[in-house]
């Protein structure tokens, strides 16, 4: 069996979210000096590949801490968009999907858009959407945790921020997990195993993860 790592690098100066902390990483000891090598590490709960708990936009909830493992890690859908590549700042409904959608889904689905390519790119703020249309579709088919390869399913431009973020809203407002920044989607079968899991973070509204996919 395969491992995928589906997650971007944590590093100092990485792309953020608009508006979110800076990441640096830097020596706190040293094994010259301290005899250990430990890193100070300053960044936001949203960090590179990451977790969105509901208490991410949800006054009183669910933190990461209390989200079920068995949700975040087991089977999983990977639906991508074709035939035609996503376009920048396209709002991805089911019809731009590359397969017809099963009726019933398991609780992880994503969405591969390949807008990974991006990441850290001028065009990474410019990244396709997920329509609420569809968001809804997918809830109403099974899903809980919604995964996407770019910054966010809700448009990142400062338009649609002034506007709110309503993938966001019904997802997390029906107590569902929403994943961001996945990587190489598009190199997965469509039916796969993945681990999602956050750090057991006391009362966090979101956490960095390393993101896994099995394949056999």
Same mark, same amino acid.
């Given at each position: 069996?395969?491992?995928?790592?589906?997650?971007?690098?944590?590093s100092?100066?990485?792309?953020?979210?608009?508006?979110? *902390?800076? !990441?640096? @990483? #830097?020596?706190?000891?040293? &094994?010259?000096?301290? /005899?250990? $090598?430990?890193?100070?590490?300053?960044?936001?709960?949203?960090?590179?590949?990451?977790?969105?708990?509901?208490?991410?936009?949800?006054?009183?909830?669910?933190?990461?801490?209390?989200?079920?493992?068995?949700?975040?890690?087991?089977?999983?859908?990977?639906?991508?968009?074709?035939?035609?590549?996503?376009?920048?700042?396209?709002?991805?409904?089911?019809?731009?999907?590359?397969?017809?959608?099963?009726?019933?889904l398991? *609780?992880? !689905?994503? @969405? #591969?858009?390949?807008?990974? &390519?991006?990441?850290? /790119?001028? $065009?990474?703020?410019a990244?396709?959407?997920?329509?609420?249309?569809?968001?809804?579709?997918?809830?109403?088919?099974?899903?809980?945790?919604?995964?996407?390869d770019?910054?966010?399913?809700?448009?990142?431009?400062?338009?649609?921020?002034?506007?709110?973020?309503?993938?966001?809203?019904?997802?997390?407002?029906?107590?569902?997990?929403?994943?961001?920044?996945?990587?190489?989607?598009?190199?997965?079968?469509?039916?796969?195993?993945?681990?999602? @899991?956050?750090?057991?973070?006391?009362?966090?509204?979101?956490?960095?993860?390393?993101?896994?996919?099995?394949?056999?």
């Amino acid at each position: 069996m395969a491992v995928v790592d589906l997650s971007h690098p944590v590093s100092t100066g990485m792309p953020v979210y608009p508006g979110d *902390p800076e !990441v640096r @990483i #830097a020596p706190a000891l040293t &094994v010259g000096a301290d /005899g250990v $090598a430990v890193a100070r590490l300053d960044m936001g709960s949203h960090t590179g590949t990451h977790l969105d708990a509901p208490a991410h936009s949800v006054v009183g909830g669910r933190t990461v801490d209390e989200i079920p493992l068995e949700l975040v890690t087991g089977p999983a859908r990977v639906l991508r968009v074709g035939p035609s590549p996503a376009a920048a700042g396209e709002s991805i409904t089911a019809d731009r999907l590359a397969e017809p959608l099963p009726d019933h889904l398991p *609780p992880i !689905v994503c @969405i #591969a858009t390949g807008w990974d &390519v991006h990441f850290g /790119g001028e $065009a990474a703020g410019a990244h396709p959407s997920v329509s609420l249309d569809l968001a809804r579709t997918l809830w109403a088919r099974g899903a809980r945790v919604l995964g996407v390869d770019c910054f966010s399913p809700d448009p990142t431009d400062a338009a649609s921020l002034e506007a709110g973020m309503p993938v966001h809203e019904f997802w997390l407002g029906n107590d569902g997990v929403i994943v961001e920044n996945l990587a190489r989607l598009t190199s997965l079968p469509e039916v796969v195993e993945m681990s999602l @899991i956050p750090l057991r973070i006391a009362a966090g509204d979101g956490s960095p993860i390393r993101a896994l996919a099995f394949v056999e």
